[in-house]
């Protein structure tokens, strides 16, 4: 495994440069590449019977549900077995969005915005893993990773697409109804218990599409949602400009987003305001939950330190490790942290919301086995954090450093 993670990582790294909604997740990658490097007693992980195909979504055709650049869209899917035959987790792939013609443009010459370039395997860790020691509440559900390849959090609507030779399909969301019919096809429309998850911008995309997930399942189905690093925060950056606002208001408008927001939202403000989770959340109908780092790792690079606000490089070390912050800045770190709380504040009166909120310095926590259910971090004695909510169906059970805050 190990030749094939150092591609994607280079390829991860030129990407950054052109993209700057991508970075965070290459160096998550980094991270935990390495930990699985050094990690041989783990023999169990790396397993190539844990490669699920990619499927091609042919009935995307009739509806015209393409990816940006006109390729139909793809999935993985892996079935169910024993007790989990008639439960289904569901995971929407991330990878930032594309706010203009030229990063869209860029984007459609990549795996985020073709299925002409994506992978034909993909591993099934974390959630998506079917060994018991690895994933205990969901090894044996019928599993579906749906790659993302529109660019906005499968929101898009094609009214917003250009007439004049701009060749880019904005269909994010007939890719989402898609997506449903074929999961209802392959058995989802029995399912006793479904999870709709997904990580970063398949997090944002997984509280946009939740209650509709819900509506076409059976009524006596228990449905929830898990958002994974979803949760961006309508935050200035450290000069105090609204970068993120900015960057989100060109993304609905250029594809349209609106229409895939609640009406609730859209009538009362600023449609690109809706897009932040914390007003999503808001006319979410069914059970979430959200896992989220207080330092995301993403959030802190292109919220809260963009680029384009520390020309000096003032912050260029303490960005990419926390270590290498001096007091003020993890002052400021703190402050973003505080944010966090405070828009999930409202969220923790609400007995249908429960959440993982910890101070690790990462992106995505559910799709690798290291943060999902690893039985030892370094080696330490783990905390074990096992967290019910709702009717209780899901156990989270959460291992990690006793040094990490829970809150
Ligand atoms: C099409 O229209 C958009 C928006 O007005 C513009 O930015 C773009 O350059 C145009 N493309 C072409 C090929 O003329
Ligand atoms: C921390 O670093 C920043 C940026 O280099 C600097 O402006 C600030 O004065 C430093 N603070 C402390 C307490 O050293």
Known sequence: MANPRIRTLTWWRKWAKRDWAIAAVGFTIILFALTLLFDSRNPDLNSTDDLVPLTFLHRAKATGAFCLDGSLPAYHFQKGFGSGSNSWVLHIEGGGWCNSIESCNYRKRTALGSSNYMDQLVQFSGILSRHPS???DF??????KIRYCDGASLAGHPESEFKNGTKLFFRGQL????????LLSLGLSNAKQALLSGCSAGGLATLIHCDDFRDHLPKDATVKCLADAGFFLDEPDILGQRTMRAFYHDVVQLQGTAKSLHKNCVGRMEPSKCFFPQEIVKNVRTPLFIVNPAYDFWQIQHILVPDASD??????????????CNSSQIETLQGFRNSLLKALSELQQNEEVGMFINSCFIHCQTLMAETWHSPRINNKVRNVFIIYYGDKMIVFRIYHDSQNKKF
Do not use: M
């Open 311 to 324: 020309p000096h490089g003032y912050w260029s070390r303490c960005r990419l490790n926390i270590q290498n």
């Open 134 to 136: 690895q994933n205990p």
């Open 175 to 182: 890719i989402w109804e898609a997506f449903t019919d074929e």
């Open 139 to 144: 090894y044996n559900w019928n599993k579906v």
